[in-house]
């Protein structure tokens, strides 16, 4: 499948809407999406290292920015801070990158520095314009996170949280694998 990059600017009305939740059962979860009838997209591998700000604590700010490899590709993500009270909603400007080295050295460079890694397995699930993750995140446990890109509307949270319902999950989490890892 091919990347997409999600460009979003300050101004535009759409956003990465997400919500988690923890998973005690993922084969029931697996079930559960063949019955509703979600498409397996695909599983892999990510390595995130998160980094901070030089002059500003992204903790304090509730932003991220984060270099993913995925195999032999690079992505490079900015997240703004949360922009609801129940999901993660926020900016998300994504790309991908040539030269992993060369783009970690520049941030380092630039006076950023490393702030923790995430490493975790992914299955990725596609159902009615959402993506649905199984996550199997080292240190932490398995997890699902449902999300889409669009309008940040009562109706786009609830669909989410219907989603995670018919998939027998009810224990939401907002904070990122980043801050339970290194900050609970």
Do not use: W
Not at 65 to 76: A, C, D, F, K
Not at 93 to 113: A, Q, R
Not at 124 to 144: A, K, P, Q
């Amino acid at each position: 499948m091919a990347f997409q990059s999600v460009v979003l600017c300050a101004g535009d009305k759409y956003m990465e809407i997400e919500i988690k939740c923890y998973c005690d059962n993922d084969n029931n979860v697996k079930k559960k999406l063949t019955e509703i009838g979600a498409q397996f997209i695909d599983r892999r591998f990510e390595n995130d290292i998160y980094f901070n700000h030089p002059s500003k604590n992204f903790a304090d700010t509730d932003e991220a920015l984060r270099l993913r490899t995925i195999g032999e590709r690079t992505i490079i993500t900015y997240k703004g801070p949360k922009v609801s009270k129940i999901s993660k909603a926020r900016i998300e400007y994504e790309t991908e990158v040539e030269d992993y080295p060369s783009m970690k050295n520049i941030l380092l460079k630039l006076g950023f520095v490393e702030s923790g890694i995430v490493e975790k397995e992914r299955h990725r699930y596609s159902f009615n314009g959402m993506e649905i993750s199984i996550d199997y995140v080292e240190g932490l446990g398995t997890f699902v996170e449902i999300e889409k890109i669009g309008e940040l509307k009562e109706e786009a949270e609830k669909e989410l949280f219907n989603t995670a319902e018919r998939l027998g999950l009810n224990n939401f989490e907002r904070r990122s694998y980043l801050e339970l890892k290194y900050f609970s």
